[in-house]
């Protein structure tokens, strides 16, 4: 027996999946098919008419068929989501099945609409240029398109690691040349305490963004975009912390100048008396 991917769920399908790309069910997994089509488990995904996350359900008319290979043959099947919140809110998804092969073949709202969400509050830490390419950046992944994706991811992450140069290489110390004829992964080693450890520690997961882009296959740059997403992530997740706690503390010296002031105000006043 060969190890086999497992099925995709409800979510995976509907909402990670790009456009026609198939899945073949195994003979075993027929109930994994089954709950893509007809399961009332709750999914949580992100809901544009809400502008939130929220709990979905399958919307079944008609009877629920009880086998669960009712499923299979050649046809196409509509999965409809509805929000809990409000069931005007949803989700359309067609598949078309031929004998356990399934494909998404159309659905609204689209892909980059449903997964660009988790990603918003980062443009507020990215220039406006920087936050519309990873959208699209995302929205490409979503569809499929894997050179094209990894290009917007690449140059974002550049930037970022750019960014930190630039305060970087005003260290004491600091190995310009090492810096300027390293690629990425001993880059990202010259630049720790300036980056995120998660990001340093696995630095030899960058290597791929030093490939020129005509080496790279639509596949090789599939796989990484998540590897090169999630680096993005890390350092605009500090970026957000750190720009959190700058408010915090501009807030706190406003605060404290009030009191001092007010302070002094009251003490000049009692030296008046
Ligand atoms: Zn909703």
Redesign the pocket.
Do not use: N, T, V, Y
């Given at each position: 027996m060969t190890a086999q991917t497992p099925p995709p769920t409800v979510k995976e399908f509907c909402i990670g999946y790009p456009l026609y790309e198939e899945f073949t069910f195994a003979k075993e997994d027929d109930e994994a098919g089954w709950n893509l089509f007809f399961s009332r488990e709750p999914i949580d995904t992100y809901?544009p008419?809400?502008n939130a996350h929220?709990i979905f359900h399958l919307h079944i008319t008609g009877d629920i068929p009880r086998n669960l290979d009712a499923w299979v043959g050649n046809k196409r099947l509509a999965v409809v989501l509805k929000?809990s919140?409000?069931v005007a809110?949803k989700l359309f998804f067609l598949f078309e099945i031929e004998g356990r092969t399934v494909q998404k073949i159309g659905q609204y709202p689209s892909l980059a609409d449903l997964n660009t969400y988790d990603v918003r509050q980062y443009s507020a830490v990215l220039s406006k240029g920087d936050f519309r390419e990873l959208t699209k950046a995302i929205g490409l992944a979503a569809h499929g398109v894997g050179v094209g994706s990894f290009v917007y991811l690449r140059r974002i992450f550049e930037n970022l690691v750019d960014a930190a140069y630039q305060i970087a290489k005003t260290d004491s110390g600091w190995d310009d040349d090492a810096y300027q004829n390293g690629r990425m992964a001993e880059r990202i080693q010259l630049l720790a305490g300036h980056l995120p450890e998660f990001l340093v520690d696995n630095r030899s997961m960058y290597k791929i963004l030093s490939q020129g882009i005509h080496e790279l296959t639509e596949n090789e740059c599939l796989a990484a975009f998540p590897v090169v997403k999630m680096g993005i992530e890390l350092v605009l997740d500090e970026k957000l912390a750190a720009s959190a706690k700058q408010r915090k503390l501009e807030q706190a010296t406003r605060a404290i100048h009030g009191l001092v002031s007010r302070a002094g105000v009251e003490a000049r006043s009692g030296t008046d008396e």
């Open positions: 809901c008419g809400c929220s929000c919140r409000d809110h």
